[in-house]
């Protein structure tokens, strides 16, 4: 028969799995107990005939109330490590509970001591997480730092509007004449909930408004670094990365209705019309929620018709272009990079005759497409000699100020 898990060798684990999120106060060989700012866990050890019995408790520091309470016979190490597990879980979000602190305020501070007395008790007995405090005006600032909510009497409401402007990050707030006079403490609490939840929802739409959404157009000759720039734009903007190439394939491969018009054209060795990439390409930004978040554009658009499509298919959707990149690099470096590529991956068309046909092809098709960005106002040339970060830093100063 194995052996009873004991009482000393228990101890001895809890004591050694202590963590940042709670002290351990050893009171006495038969108690322990684990601290924090919001509450405390006693585990109470005691010894019977057959075994130990051990006892979890769970207060909470805010209303005194017992959170947690369980009793076990000793007898099975994995089993007495769950139930703590589970124990120190309850403690620790205890600890993370958040308590809404609002600070009262008046002439002297007198009669929001009252107030905010009152409804401390309040929320006490309606279970709520709030705190009140209560300081004359003149000391306002002060405290302010500690609070969540600063809340003014009626007697002090022509200084709502400078501490609305001196304390942006705060919510401050007057108190209805009504609530405070009648010394309302339910309808004070729902005031503040009231207020609370429109506060935090007009942030959010802000926040919403102040988020950057880009759709980026990436140019860039081979060896210019545009995949590896691309990546990272990816990253940093939260870009859905849209390659016409690979949506061709995708098409093509999933037997859709698109795929099969753009197979019967490539199988009669014919260039595919720009209406069908366009078409492709509303059908993505159309299913793909997060494409219209901000995309970038890679291989797309080659020709001033698809560029002027392409805007239209935006337009139409109640996006824009926000920026054309244009990665421009020195033609000697150009080379150097493809062949020293080349001689690494062992390319066949990474050779200088190869590389100079491939340059000049993509400034044939590019230059006209710059010239026209360029009268738009959305191109941005980047200097792509540098070390990558330096490139990428120049970039998103570039795009930034774009946003703007």
């Excluded at 707030?173 to 309302?184: K, R, S």
């Excluded at 609370?196 to 081979?222: L, S």
Aim: proline share 2%; with cysteine; hydrophobic share 35%.
């Amino acid at each position: 028969m194995d052996e009873k898990y004991t009482s000393s060798v228990f101890k001895e684990w809890i004591k050694n799995h202590e963590t940042k999120d709670y002290q351990i106060i050893e009171n006495n060989q038969d108690c322990i107990e684990l601290n924090t700012d919001y509450g405390k866990a006693e585990i109470h050890f005691t010894d019977v005939t057959e075994g130990t019995i051990v006892e979890f408790n769970i207060v909470s520091y805010k209303d005194q109330e017992v959170k947690f309470y369980l009793h076990f016979e000793l007898n099975d190490e994995d089993h007495a490590h769950q139930l703590y597990d589970e124990m120190v879980e309850t403690l620790i979000e205890l600890k993370n509970k958040k308590i809404l602190k609002v600070l009262l305020s008046c002439s002297s501070g007198l009669t929001t001591s009252m107030f905010a007395s009152n409804l401390n008790s309040v929320v006490e007995m309606l279970g709520e997480d709030y705190h009140f405090e209560a300081v004359a005006y003149t000391n306002i600032y002060e405290e302010v730092e500690n609070y969540d909510v600063i809340l003014i009497a009626p007697q002090i409401g022509y200084l709502l509007k400078r501490l609305k402007e001196s304390l942006p990050d705060k919510l401050v707030l007057q108190i209805p004449t009504a609530i405070f006079a009648g010394y309302d403490a339910i309808g004070a609490i729902k005031f503040i909930q009231n207020e609370i939840d429109q506060f935090q929802k007009e942030k959010k739409e802000k926040q919403e408004i102040g988020k950057i959404m880009m759709n980026i157009v990436i140019f860039g000759a081979p060896g210019s670094g545009k995949g590896t720039q691309s990546e990272k734009l990816i990253e940093k903007y939260g870009l859905y990365h849209i390659s016409t190439g690979d949506l061709l394939r995708k098409e093509i491969k999933a037997g859709s209705e698109l795929g099969k018009i753009a197979d019967d054209y490539i199988s009669k060795g014919q260039l595919l019309p720009d209406s069908l990439i366009i078409d492709m390409l509303a059908k993505l930004l159309d299913t793909t929620p997060e494409a219209r978040e901000g995309v970038i554009l890679d291989g797309f658009p080659r020709t001033i018709p698809q560029a002027q499509a392409l805007d239209a298919l935006l337009l139409d959707r109640g996006m824009e272009l926000s920026a054309v990149v244009g990665l421009e690099v020195d033609e000697p470096e150009l080379i150097d990079r493809l062949i020293k590529r080349g001689q690494v991956s062992g390319r066949s068309d990474d050779n200088l005759e190869t590389i100079k046909k491939r340059l000049d092809v993509y400034h044939n098709q590019t230059t006209p497409l710059k010239e026209f960005y360029v009268k738009n106002g959305k191109y941005k040339a980047i200097h792509g000699m540098g070390t990558v970060d330096s490139i990428f830093e120049t970039i998103s100063k570039a795009l930034d100020e774009f946003a703007r």
